[in-house]
Structures are given as C-alpha cells and as structure tokens.
C-alpha cells in the first residue's frame, strides 16, 4: 500500500472555536474540544472517490433544488467540535445556518471517505459525534477494503445501519437520491452514473 504522506503538522494546541475559524494559518484542521487537530494527508483512492461523490450528489441536488453540497475544509459547528466532513449535504430548510466559514448546527447528510490514517476518527469520534448532533445519515466508505456504511438516525436519536437493497442504497435524507455501491470500487463516468440517476 503506497504511503501517504501527513499533512502539515497544525500545533495541537487551546483555542476558542471562533478564534479557530479567524486564524487563516492554520490549514486542513478540524476542531475537537478546544483543541486544533491535524487532518492527515489522503491518498488518490480516497481524493477519486470523494471527486466522484462531490460531482453526483452535487449535480442531484442541483438539479432538484434541493439544498447546497459542500466539502472538506468547510466546517460544520457541532456542540463540542468543528468538523468538516469529505462531502456534505445542507437542504434547502438548512439554509439559513449557513454562515461564512461554517454551518451552525448538523448538515443533512455527512459522507465521510476513510483512509488509513482517518479510520479510528471516522468510526469512533465522529459517528457519536455525527449522531449525538443529529445529523440525518452518515455515509461512511472505505474504499480499501471495499466497505460501505449507511447510518439513519431514528426516532430516538441513534444511527441504525441500513442494509443497501440489491446493492443500491436509496436515501432518505436526500429524497430521490440512490446509490449503486458497486459504483464506489469501480468509478463509472459521471455522466453515466448521472444519466442512470435521470439527471443527464
């Protein structure tokens, strides 16, 4: 497996969010109970797959006026960290948390590419995180090992999995949208990919 190289080292150090958000040095870092933490480097497998997510969720919901994508630095401000997920989707109801740096509050629906370096974070910290907040569905991809994860938040507040029918997994949270997971370890074209969705 080809190494990835780290990301420039950001001082773990104390700092209030909003001062956090008004430092323009520090660069690919996230938030996390007062402190500023490193993201790690990501390698192409993880970059293709999210480029790939960013430009068909991204047409979807263009298409259907349903919200705004957004991706990685862009932060969203949870109760005790500022994370900012590979891709991200905000509806049109959530619009006006929109702020200049952030989004106050969970977006709809955070889609999260593990790489070897993100996994404990990806798995641990930010599901609770992610469900404690109240955020919809958690997509979770591990284009390694070839595994995909749905997580629906449910009527008491806790992400229960959700098993993809035939290998397409259709959301909730992003209405109409569907996902054949097989798409994920081989990219189609996105034009393909999109004319199968209906949006070519």
């Known amino acids: 497996m080809t190494q990835v190289a780290e990301s420039h080292a950001v001082p773990r150090r104390k ?5 956090f ?3 323009d040095s520090i660069e690919r870092a996230e938030w996390v109970d007062g402190e500023v933490v490193a993201m790690p480097g990501v390698d192409q497998a993880h970059a293709a797959l999210t480029v790939f997510l ?11 006026g349903l919200g705004r994508i957004f991706h990685d630095p862009f932060l969203i401000r949870l109760p005790n960290s ?22 106050e509050g969970p977006v709809d629906v955070a ?42 938040l449910d009527r008491d507040g806790h992400f229960q999995m959700v098993e ?4 397409v997994f259709r959301s909730e949270a992003l209405p109409g949208f569907w996902l054949k997971v097989a798409w994920l370890w081989e990219l189609p ?7 199968e969705l209906g949006i070519a």
């Open 82 to 103: 500022g994370r900012a997920p590979d891709v991200s989707f905000v509806s049109t109801a959530n619009l006006a948390r929109l702020r200049r740096n952030d989004l």
């Open 111 to 152: 889609i999260e590419v593990i790489s070897p370096g993100s996994r404990g974070t990806d798995r641990g910290d930010k599901y609770f995180e992610y469900e404690a907040a109240g955020i919809a569905e958690y997509w979770l991809f591990d284009p390694h090992r070839k595994v995909a994860e749905f997580y629906r």
């Open 15 to 19: 700092m209030t969010y909003e001062e």
């Open 21 to 23: 958000l008004a430092d």
């Open 164 to 167: 993809p029918m035939g290998g």
């Open 189 to 195: 074209k996105v034009r393909d990919a999109e004319r």
């Open 54 to 64: 960013i430009r068909l969720v991204g047409a979807f919901v263009e298409e259907f």
